[in-house]
């Protein structure tokens, strides 16, 4: 963790020496990929990977990578990113091969990679590039992206060549590339929005060959993929809602890969020469969410006294045991150098207080609603449930569908669980908290914190926007309707089978796919 971090700190302070430099200009390059697999080897020989994914969007999911019901994690394979990032949270090269920022981090100019090709065999330019970012503006799609890249101006994405494309920004951001490192920031060819969801077309390792959400969806290798032959010769997604039931089903080799183990289901493989572990810190996070446009939580009191009760250190000893670290009532962790760190213990006299001066003194009864749809939701509403009790707060559980949790009863609801995927910080901080983000589950509102936030991206000094970053998320702690308990580490268990998975890497979405292979002959 401590090495993850200031390499990042370290690396961040390097590049903001450079902006500050009003006659430079910063300039990142790198080298191209080299493939991993033999390019002789044939299809047949190689493996089959069996993954599941949750059916959390009801029959709505999506092939539009950046469509609010997107279909993870098919567009992981389908589609790649101009950026990806690494370990250490830094942007790293996909089809964008360098970019440089003017003196004022306000015109960004990236150059693409050359000789890449879709799955239909036409050449990727940066007019693919212009069409993807200029749809995901688009009112009528209501993209929760929109709000991470508000600050790129849609009307004035510069396509000088075919492998060169320039965003012009609405204002200053000096991190800017990390918000291409989106998960979803993932490029479609020009014109192919009439018939992405019957035919998605990308530049990934994998294409679609059957689309069938409630059985297995089944992905081929792009054997012509930029990054080298894939080692797999295919992907099957197998729907299953169920958290009990993918433990299941990776136990009765029904698949091969299990991502999110609920920590408690461990000692089903420790010791198992069957299975590989790996589990690694990240900045994932679990919380319970408050509508602030909702009584009781449209008084201030209310949600600060909701977040006294809570005792993160029991949650976490109840939840996930040592598997992750405390949070603070904001969602940027310990691997990202704008963290802000807090002392913040449970104080049931003050949580009392606080109910008592907005009008209920005899405590108040709240339904929070939760499902399986993650392994952690329903444990943490237990625990919650026993600790809100002491302040006053009685909390009647209403465990729901997992199948129609999200369209349902997420953002419907005025308290309800939710958990959430790493991000940088300017990125989460506006797309979860920023008034009229689609993805603002809270619904709150801070003319405070969002002039901090727009200042912070416009300061080319590190230790300024540092501090501007943490009075922000001081404001959302104080304010805000999250309560956001703990950081979850990742524990995957993966069939012993699976081979090129980084035991080292946290995020799913930046696993280099391409290089997975299958090894029948390597179980004792």
């Given at each position: 963790m401590t090495i993850i971090k200031w390499t990042s700190f370290a690396l961040i302070i390097f590049v903001s020496l450079l902006l500050s430099a009003c006659e430079k200009e910063v300039v990142v390059t790198a080298t191209p990929h080299r493939p991993s697999i033999p390019m002789g080897e044939p299809a047949?020989?190689?493996?089959?990977?069996?993954?599941?994914?949750?059916?959390?969007?009801?029959?709505?999911?999506?092939?539009?990578?950046?469509?609010?019901?997107?279909f993870i994690p098919a567009i992981y394979f389908v589609y790649d990113r101009l950026l990806g990032r690494d370990e250490k949270g830094l942007a790293i090269p996909e089809l964008a091969v360098s970019w440089q920022a003017d003196a004022m981090a306000q015109k960004w100019t990236f150059k693409l990679r050359e000789g890449?090709?879709?799955?239909?065999?036409?050449p990727f330019t940066s007019a693919d590039v212009a069409y993807t970012f200029q749809h995901?503006?688009?009112?009528?799609?209501?993209?929760?992206?929109?709000?991470?890249?508000?600050?790129v101006d849609s009307q004035a994405i510069e396509t000088p060549d075919d492998l060169t494309v320039v965003f012009n920004l609405g204002s200053a951001h000096a991190d800017f590339p990390l918000l291409l490192t989106d998960y979803r920031a993932r490029v479609i060819p020009t014109?192919?929005?009439?018939?992405?969801?019957?035919?998605?077309?990308?530049?990934?390792?994998?294409?679609?060959?059957?689309?069938?959400?409630?059985?297995?969806?089944?992905?081929?290798?792009?054997?012509?993929?930029?990054?080298?032959?894939?080692g797999l010769s295919g992907i099957t997604l197998v729907g299953i809602a169920d958290a009990e039931a993918r433990v299941q089903a990776l136990l009765a080799d029904q698949i091969d890969f299990l991502e999110a183990l609920n920590p408690d289901h461990g000692w089903l493989f420790e010791g198992n020469p069957e299975f590989t572990i790996r589990e690694v810190p990240t900045g994932y996070w679990q919380a319970f969410v408050m509508n602030v446009n909702?009584?009781?939580?449209?008084?201030?009191?209310?949600?600060?006294?909701?977040?006294?009760?809570?005792?993160?250190?029991?949650?976490?000893?109840?939840?996930?045991?040592?598997?992750?670290?405390?949070?603070?009532?904001?969602?940027?962790?310990?691997?990202?150098?704008?963290?802000?760190?807090?002392?913040?213990?449970?104080?049931?006299?003050?949580?009392?207080?606080?109910?008592?001066?907005?009008?209920?003194?005899?405590?108040?009864?709240?339904?929070?609603?939760?499902?399986?749809?993650?392994?952690?939701?329903?444990?943490?509403?237990?625990?919650?449930?026993?600790?809100?009790?002491?302040?006053?707060?009685?909390?009647?559980?209403?465990?729901?569908?997992s199948d129609d949790f999200w369209s349902e009863y997420w953002m419907v609801k005025a308290l309800v669980g939710t958990h959430w995927g790493q991000r940088p910080a300017d990125q989460i901080l506006n797309e979860a908290f920023r008034c009229g983000a689609?993805?603002?589950?809270?619904?709150?509102?801070?003319?405070?914190?969002?002039?901090?936030?727009d200042d912070a991206r416009k300061e080319l000094d590190l230790a300024r926007r540092i501090e501007l970053y943490q009075k922000a998320q001081q404001v959302l702690v104080d304010e805000g309707g999250a309560i956001i308990p703990f950081f979850t580490n990742?524990?995957?268990?993966?069939?012993?089978?699976?081979?090129?998975?980084?035991?080292?890497?946290?995020?799913?979405?930046?696993?280099?796919?391409?290089?997975?292979?299958?090894?029948?002959?390597?179980?004792?």
């Open positions: 047949a020989e190689r493996g089959i990977l069996r993954m599941t994914h949750l059916q959390q969007w009801a029959g709505k999911e999506s092939f539009d990578p950046t469509s609010p019901t997107r890449v090709m879709f799955h239909d065999g036409k995901i503006f688009d009112p009528e799609l209501e993209s929760p992206l929109a709000a991470v890249l508000e600050i014109g192919s929005l009439d018939s992405i969801e019957e035919n998605p077309i990308g530049t990934g390792p994998f294409k679609l060959e059957k689309f069938d959400l409630d059985g297995a969806t089944v992905l081929i290798a792009n054997d012509d993929y930029w990054r080298g032959r894939p909702k009584a009781p939580f449209d008084d201030v009191r209310v949600r600060q006294a909701f977040k006294l009760a809570l005792d993160r250190q029991a949650m976490i000893d109840a939840v996930i045991k040592k598997h992750g670290s405390i949070a603070y009532d904001h969602p940027v962790w310990a691997g990202d150098p704008y963290q802000l760190m807090l002392d913040r213990p449970q104080d049931i006299e003050q949580a009392k207080a606080l109910l008592a001066e907005a009008g209920y003194p005899g405590g108040l009864t709240v339904e929070l609603y939760v499902s399986d749809i993650d392994a952690f939701m329903i444990p943490m509403a237990g625990v919650y449930k026993e600790q809100a009790a002491q302040a006053g707060i009685n909390v009647e559980i209403k465990q729901v569908p689609a993805w603002n589950e809270t619904y709150w509102c801070n003319e405070t914190y969002e002039q901090l936030l990742e524990i995957d268990i993966m069939n012993a089978r699976v081979k090129g998975i980084p035991l080292d890497k946290f995020d799913f979405d930046n696993i280099p796919w391409h290089e997975i292979r299958i090894e029948e002959n390597s179980l004792p």
